[in-house]
């Protein structure tokens, strides 16, 4: 990777949330969307934890399937998974 790349991402990234963060404080600023946002705070909680609960229990799900080994089931649809699996299956060279 080319030094100028290695300096631009991070530089890049940085700017970019930087921005992002000074335009919802700009908007969230102002009266009517404070009144909006605190009118529709539970709903938004709501929504947010219920999927955070849902992408947690996701990953639990999965870090419990590859601890007992369940990924040889075909239980998850994962490409790489799929092709580990195939790569399981292929006989290696013989000694």
Known sequence: MSLTRLVAVPVGATLVETGWYL????VLSAP????AYARSVGVVDRVAGTSLGGLEAYFAVDGIRAAVGWRDSGLTRHPACARRRTD???PGPRA
Do not use: S
């Open 23 to 26: 335009v919802v404080a700009t």
């Open 32 to 35: 009517e969307p404070q009144r």
């Open 88 to 90: 399981e299956r292929t």
